[in-house]
Nanobody
Framework: VQLQASGGGLVQAGGSLRLSCTVS????????MGWFRQAPGKEREFVSG????????DYADSVKGRFTISRDNAKNTVFLQMNSLKPEDTAVYYC???????????????????WGQGTQVTVSS
């Protein structure tokens, strides 16, 4: 299984980015998917997740109201729309997946089976 994350870059505070994560090697239609991030010197943290059907989503408190997760199973892709970006959002963003029709969103790194290599997001003040 390979995950290709894209859409990162350098943006000014208040700006927007849309991250994409395209999965190859398996169909994600029955998988829970998530986005995590890791800033230098910090642990990897949960950003957002979506269950297999898209009926459940969840967000870290720090991004609620600014970020939106979605999925397009036909394209085997998960998205993270990030608005009103802040310098503290600067990090490498990773997407991850876990097979299973969970009704809830998985929030912990150990719950995910496969990971992408990450895409850098840098927000300047």
């Amino acid at each position: 299984v390979q995950l290709q994350a894209s859409g990162g870059g350098l943006v000014q505070a208040g700006g927007s980015l849309r991250l994409s994560c395209t999965v190859s090697g398996r169909t994600i239609s029955t998988d829970a998917m998530g986005w995590f991030r890791q800033a230098p010197g910090k642990e990897r943290e949960f950003v957002s997740g979506i269950n297999w059907s898209g009926g459940s989503t969840d967000y870290a408190d720090s991004v609620k109201g600014r970020f939106t997760i979605s999925r397009d199973n036909a394209k085997n892709t998960v998205f993270l729309q990030m608005n009103s970006l802040k310098p503290e959002d600067t990090a490498v963003y990773y997407c991850a997946g876990r097979p299973g029709k969970f009704s809830v969103v998985l929030r912990n790194t150990v719950e995910y089976d496969y990971w992408g290599q990450g895409t850098q997001v840098t927000v300047s003040s």
